[in-house]
């Protein structure tokens, strides 16, 4: 199994980037899929996540992030907008079994800087 995360990179605070995580091993439309971050020094934390029609979104990203999937290309993205500087980590997708509250898989992550 493996969850390639991709789309990272530098952009101006106020610009916009699109992260995708591109499954194999697994079909994703079994799965909730997430989006988690890190940042240098703190903790990894929740940023979205989507279900079989449901999302969710941390308080800091709610407005600004949309989270979608595409379960015929077994890929779930993160349409990131008014990007602060604050938003810079590494994004990590992640996968979990529908009715389970584990994430079993993660991706390797791909780091956004949000700066000018």
């Known amino acids: 199994v493996q969850l390639q995360a991709s789309g990272g990179g530098l952009v101006q605070p106020g610009g916009s980037l699109r992260l995708s995580c591109l499954a194999s091993g697994i079909t994703l439309r079994y799965y909730t899929i997430a989006w988690f971050r890190q940042s240098p020094g703190k903790e990894r934390e929740f940023v979205s996540v989507?279900?079989?029609?449901?999302?969710d979104y941390s308080d800091s990203v709610k407005g600004r992030f949309t989270i979608s999937r595409d379960d015929a290309k077994n890929t779930l993205y993160l349409q990131m907008n008014s990007l602060k500087p604050e938003d810079t980590a590494i994004y990590y997708c992640a996968a979990r079994r529908r009715a389970t509250s584990i994430y079993r898989y993660w991706g390797q992550g791909t780091l956004v800087t949000v700066s000018s």
């Open positions: 989507i279900g079989w029609k449901s999302t």
